[in-house]
């Protein structure tokens, strides 16, 4: 079974910019499409941002377009998430996950996760 594994979180200030990582303990993400995802205290988990297997295809939520971005690097099993001009609204827990198909927006679609990293934007 895949394991994901979250890395980069922390706590920076508004303004500030942050890179989310996910790897792979075993491989290969190479045969999944990625995703990322992220739940606010009190609030469901919501999509940020999710990559086709090539990484020829990305897709944004609204909330994060021109602020954050999504790449991968297949050679070295890994996902990233380069999240820049953050506001106090991006606190949350980030989870990638792996799907067997194509890129979605749509958590039910992805069959893996990971464990989540905590960010948290202070004002």
């Known amino acids: 079974q895949v394991q994901l594994v979250e890395s980069g979180g922390g706590s920076v200030q508004a303004g500030g910019s942050l890179r989310l990582s996910c790897a792979a303990s075993?491989?290969?993400?190479?045969?999944?499409?990625m995703g990322w995802f992220r739940q606010a205290p009190g609030k469901e988990r919501e999509f940020v941002a999710a990559i086709s297997m090539s990484g020829g295809t990305t897709v944004y939520a609204d909330s994060v377009k021109g602020r954050f971005t999504i790449s991968r690097d297949n050679a070295k099993n890994t996902v990233y998430l380069q999240m820049s001009t953050l506001r106090p609204e991006d606190t949350g827990i980030y989870y990638c996950?792996?799907?067997?198909?194509?890129?979605?927006?749509?958590?039910?679609?992805?069959?893996?996760w990971g464990q989540g990293t905590q960010v948290t934007v202070s004002s």
């Open positions: 996950a792996a799907c067997w198909h194509s890129a979605s927006i749509h958590e039910r679609a992805y069959n893996y």
């Open positions: 075993r491989p290969s993400l190479s045969n999944f499409a």
